[in-house]
């Protein structure tokens, strides 16, 4: 009796299984971003937000928890039920960047969360305030080394983000010390380097290609390997005089681990659309950089191969969380 009686329980588990996707989601779900708002991780998660409510027919509200670098709202995901109601909209200088520079971490990337899919790829952009008397590189280079006292100061998005990795990376290559100043995410950082407070901010396009239109801000480089059409008179970094400084960052949809794989599955297909749909991709390439999907798998080894990246970047850099 006992084969069939397992036979029946595993029959009766994958009905409850199908079951519960099939009525996924009953009720509101909420995408936790781990910085503050208007950054680029928030901005990915209202674009995805909207049409995702109108695809699955509940609200879907974009909750911000910034601080500790990411880890206060990453770790609030790692935290939550597994049952599809709340995903992480993570950003991958905290996702990949945060486990070789925190040693007291209490999540993982592997072993906590499942991977739903890769919504967008961004190589970064070298801004300045538009108050700063430089119009490239070089000049830049040049405004640090007559500042003295620690150099030019760039803001982050926190101890540990992409943004503080590559300014570290180009106070290197440049061979002037340059002082960091970590915020609780791009939108503090982006007003003070609007008005000024600080010299620099190497960041993701989407978040200050409105400001670099406007004049507040100005573009000096852009870290990929070809400019972009968004931003077709601003250099990239080898044009720049900066050869092989290249800086990408990623943007994901997590859910806490043991999710059920029907619901994860739900959610990849109906983002899937989301991103490859032309009015999604358009905003994306309007904002310098470009929308690509990854199914679940894929993203898995994706995210393997970054964090052996990113561990050897940071070692090599000698790069520390504060």
């Not at 519960?20 to 781990?34: C, E």
């Not at 070298?126 to 640090?144: D, T, W």
């Not at 100043?181 to 000024?196: F, T």
């Not at 010299?199 to 239109?213: C, E, K, L, N, R």
Request: with cysteine.
């Amino acid at each position: 009796m006992k084969p069939v009686r397992c036979l029946l329980a595993a029959c009766l588990a994958l009905a409850a299984a199908a079951s519960h996707a099939d009525t996924f989601p009953s009720k509101p779900i909420t995408f936790i971003v781990p910085t503050a708002p208007a950054g680029s991780t928030d901005i990915m998660a209202r674009m995805v937000a909207d049409p995702l409510q109108r695809a699955l027919g509940q609200p879907v509200v974009v909750d911000n928890k910034p601080g500790a670098s990411g880890n206060i709202g990453t770790e609030a995901v790692a935290r939550a039920a597994p049952d599809g109601y709340t995903l992480l909209m993570q950003y991958s200088g905290y996702h990949v960047g945060n486990p070789a520079l925190f040693q007291q971490i209490k999540w993982s990337p592997t072993k906590d969360f499942v991977p739903v899919a890769l919504v967008m790829r961004a190589p970064h952009v070298v801004a300045v305030s538009g108050k700063l008397p430089v119009n490239s590189m070089k000049e830049l280079v040049e405004y640090g080394k007559k500042k003295g006292d620690g150099g030019l100061n760039y803001a982050s998005s926190g101890n540990g983000s992409i943004q503080h990795i590559a300014g570290e990376l180009l106070s290197r290559q440049a061979r002037q010390p340059m002082t960091h100043v970590p915020y609780k995410g791009s939108g503090p950082a982006i007003n003070d380097l609007i008005a000024g407070n600080v010299d620099m901010f190497i960041t993701t396009p989407p978040s200050v290609i409105g400001h670099i239109a406007s004049g507040k801000l100005k573009a000096l480089a852009y870290t990929g390997s070809k400019r972009h059409a968004s931003m077709p008179n601003v250099p990239t970094s080898a044009e720049a005089g900066f050869p092989g400084y290249e800086v990408e960052s990623w943007f994901a949809v997590f859910a806490p681990a043991k999710t059920p794989p029907e619901i994860v599955a739900k959610l990849s297909a109906e983002i899937r659309k989301i991103v490859e749909s032309e009015g999604f991709r358009k905003k994306v390439d309007d904002q310098g950089a470009f929308a690509v999907y990854m199914d679940p798998p894929a993203l898995g080894k994706f995210v393997d191969q970054e964090l052996v990246l990113w561990s050897k970047v940071i070692k090599a850099a000698d790069i520390k969380a504060d």
